[in-house]
């Protein structure tokens, strides 16, 4: 979308070129590979991160450390005893929660053999997290709280003293 509008606006003006157009044309597809999200899908004991440029799998099952980077742009960083490495968004996780199930099924799996050494914390608050959000979006949907500042509704645990 963002090439055809640029190839318009300058053919509008009256300066494209074939070298103008080319640039557009680098210019769309360097704007298509930023934007374009990291597709993650997971099957019983690994989670796989795909990008235009690669991709990154991790044994779920035997993964070593969970750890939590970023506060503006956050990451779960995921390895596993294999030398795999994976970045996931936190959203992506909290927006599918069957994904998020496999990931904290196979965890469990991973915490019992005694891999996981390091991150059981990070994976504890962000089911939490996730649990509450799945539990607001419940009573939301369901018309039993209504959204703060939508009317007399309050959000589960709030007080309004």
Known sequence: MFLVLAVLVDWESGGLTPERAALWALLGGAVFALLLPPRVVAGEGWLEVRTLARRRRVRT????????????????????????????????????????????????????????????????????????DQAWAVFTFSGLIQRPGSGSGTRPGSSDA
């Open 61 to 132: 099952d035997a993964l070593v450390t969970v750890q939590h980077s970023g506060a503006i742009a956050a990451r779960l960083i995921l390895c596993d005893t294999f030398g795999g490495r994976a970045e996931v968004d936190p959203r992506v996780l909290a927006a599918n929660p069957l994904l998020w199930h496999r990931l904290d099924t196979d965890a469990g799996r991973a915490r019992r053999r005694g891999t996981l050494r390091a991150g059981v914390d990070v994976l504890r608050r962000l089911e939490e997290q996730i649990s509450g």
